[in-house]
């Protein structure tokens, strides 16, 4: 077994501290219960885990440090694949989900216990997306650029603190007639999704099930947990972004755009919008999600909302070498050229069947 001085798997002082499985889908006083915890986000919540279960039958497998009261919490959920294995993942789909209120010693006995059950379970490994420093010198197996906005400065102040080619960019949009539209409706969830097939085309992704959105829609949207926020030109969706919302934080989750568009700035547009809306109703961050390392395009457009910067770490542990292993990161390869000259048709019936065993 490969050692590191600050990360025993052997059992630590907190040995004596119970450690409980929880499902938080259906549990009356999760999200209560999350929200207490400093570090607590979205991707925490019980309308996240009910998404990724009911769309994709993952299992949810969140450990937890207590008994008659939670202290801490490993989230993770078993993806059960015929075509790439089993294993647990906290969380699938999801940019960074830290655990909650461990210090080392509790981090330990509870990472302890999920190999314990990943091994009885037959998983491959376990990969954290998140709280990369509970694992002092273990090596991270992927880093992604993370990016976050301050929105207590207020709207007057937030704009002056835009990159000029940014608020050029609103005020084009804007001079151009581009219109945007609030909404948490499934109709809105569609014409996202038409314009977010395309943009994956482009990409060189094939999409997610259209399942995926309606069940955000059903479980997210509808509880006024997130929004849709639609760029309109002469009658015509151009841009749209998905955003979701728990507490006093934000977070931009999905965002496609027409490409014939887009000197019209709509997605610019878009953007402004849900700072501003978030503004108004009293967020106090709004998180911009995970960037790769090598999308300078990408890295630089939020950089310009004024964000701050951050490294996401993510951890894997293979269970069968019982050691740390660093992984690729495959958002770009030779399948991107290939979804790219894929007809959309065809790549949303292969997302479909793909996304269950992605993870």
């Known amino acids: 077994m490969r050692r590191h001085d600050n990360f025993p798997l052997e059992a630590s002082r907190s040995n004596s501290l119970e450690i409980q499985r929880i499902n938080p889908v259906g549990h009356a006083n999760w999200n209560a219960m999350i929200a207490s915890q400093p570090k607590h986000s979205f991707f925490h919540t019980t309308e996240w885990a009910n998404v990724l279960a009911k769309t994709y039958g993952y299992t949810p497998v969140y450990f937890?440090?207590?008994?008659?009261?939670v202290r801490s919490i490993l989230p993770l959920m078993e993806v059960d694949s015929w075509l790439t294995g089993r294993r647990g993942i906290g969380?699938?789909?999801?940019?960074?989900?830290?655990?909650?209120?461990a210090d080392a010693d509790t981090f330990q006995k509870l990472f302890k216990?999920?190999?314990e059950f990943g091994k009885s379970r037959n998983w491959k490994y376990?990969?954290?997306?998140g709280g990369r420093e509970l694992f002092g010198e273990v090596p991270a197996s992927l880093l992604f650029y993370g990016h976050g906005l301050d929105l207590r400065a207020g709207e007057d102040k937030l704009f002056s603190q835009l990159e000029s080619p940014?608020?050029?960019?609103?005020?084009k949009a804007e001079k151009a007639g581009v219109t945007v539209q609030i909404l948490r409706s499934a109709e809105a969830v569609r014409i996202f999704y038409s314009l977010h097939c395309r943009t994956r085309k482009k990409h060189g992704l094939p999409p997610q099930p259209f399942s995926f959105f309606l069940n955000i829609y059903r479980h997210i949207l509808s509880q006024d947990m997130g929004m849709v926020i639609l760029a309109w030109h002469h009658g015509r969706p151009i841009a749209a972004s998905v955003y979701v919302n728990?507490?006093?934080q934000a977070i931009y989750k999905y965002g496609a755009s027409d490409e014939a568009f887009q000197n019209l700035r709509g997605s610019n547009l878009v953007m402004w919008a849900a700072i501003k809306e978030y503004v108004r109703r009293g967020a106090k961050h709004l998180d911009l999600g995970r960037t790769s390392v090598g999308n300078e395009g990408l890295r630089k457009f939020k950089l310009g909302w004024g964000t701050e910067e951050r490294k996401i770490e993510y951890v894997k542990f293979d269970l069968r070498k019982n050691e740390f292993v660093a992984d690729a990161d495959e958002t770009s390869g030779w399948h991107t050229r290939v979804f790219r000259r894929m007809p959309v048709f065809l790549s949303r019936i292969i997302g479909a069947g793909l996304y269950k065993h992605w993870a």
């Open 126 to 129: 376990i990969e954290c997306r």
């Open 64 to 69: 937890a440090a207590g008994k008659t009261s």
């Open 113 to 115: 216990n999920a190999v």
């Open 91 to 101: 969380l699938p789909f999801t940019d960074d989900c830290e655990p909650l209120g």
């Open 166 to 171: 940014v608020r050029r960019a609103v005020g």
């Open 246 to 248: 728990f507490g006093n």
